[in-house]
T-cell receptor, first 113, second 116 residues
Framework: AQSVTQLDSHVSVSEGTPVLLRCNYS??????LFWYVQHPNKGLQLLLK??????LVKGINGFEAEFKKSETSFHLTKPSAHMSDAAEYFC???????????FGKGTHLIIQP | DTAVSQTPKYLVTQMGNDKSIKCEQN?????MYWYKQDSKKFLKIMFS???????INETVPNRFSPKSPDKAHLNLHINSLELGDSAVYFC???????????????FGPGTRLTVL
């Protein structure tokens, strides 16, 4: 069985400062891991994904995430926050086969001017 | 150019009614999904269809029934709507069920269902 835990329901940072959104996963197999972003009243957009290639994954809009198997973590980072980054972020795990995506409960990112 | 589209975008209806949400993908994918996002933003998979065959049915009431007239469409029918069905429903599609790099799930814009 697979599961994912997002450690913070809300994160608030000032514009121009680094962003860290934390995610831990649990999986019986080697999973694929994703980060999706949802802007207010919008659909879901894929930020980046890890599928057993390089452990440091770069995504869109300057985001990146590092897969750490020993820590079962897949934290999302960005060096400098922008006001347009304010949104809900979901860490997602997938084991493949007939399973769909298993979503974390989301982290609401707030950017202070 | 829209990859995954859903209609309607908003749906407001009375308790007890029957309603449908339509989903279409023009990506040529073999697998389609329905997800439910509750008021706390939690997303959970409801169904997936692969080559017109139901693959997953999570703990979803049988009032919900997916219908796939062809590979490009997966419609969601809901009978006897209840207050707790109010949520945002997302359709998605992927090439197939595997974990290959190309097998990203593409999401529709969502349908906000409100049951009064």
């Amino acid at each position: 069985a697979q599961s994912v835990t997002q450690l913070d329901s809300h994160v608030s940072v000032s514009e121009g400062t680094p962003v860290l959104l934390r995610c831990n996963y649990s999986s019986s197999y080697s999973p694929s891991l994703f980060w999706y972003v949802q802007h207010p009243n919008k659909g879901l957009q894929l930020l980046l994904k890890y599928t057993s290639a390089a452990t440091l994954v770069k995504g869109i809009n300057g985001f990146e995430a590092e897969f750490k198997k020993s820590e079962t973590s897949f934290h999302l980072t960005k060096p400098s926050a922008h006001m347009s980054d304010a949104a809900e972020y979901f860490c997602v795990v997938r084991e493949g086969g007939a399973d769909g995506l298993t979503f974390g409960k989301g982290t609401h990112l707030i950017i202070q001017p | 150019d829209t990859a995954v589209s859903q209609t309607p975008k908003y749906l407001v209806t009375q308790m007890g009614n029957d309603k449908s949400i339509k989903c279409e993908q023009n990506l040529g994918h073999d697998t389609m999904y329905w997800y439910k996002q509750d008021s706390k933003k939690f997303l959970k998979i409801m169904f997936s269809y692969n080559n017109k065959e139901l693959i997953i049915n999570e703990t979803v009431p049988n009032r919900f029934s997916p219908k796939s007239p062809d590979k490009a469409h997966l419609n969601l029918h809901i009978n006897s709507l209840e207050l707790g069905d109010s949520a945002v429903y997302f359709c998605a599609s992927s090439q197939d069920l595997g974990l290959a790099d190309y097998n990203e799930q593409f999401f529709g814009p969502g349908t906000r269902l409100t049951v009064l």
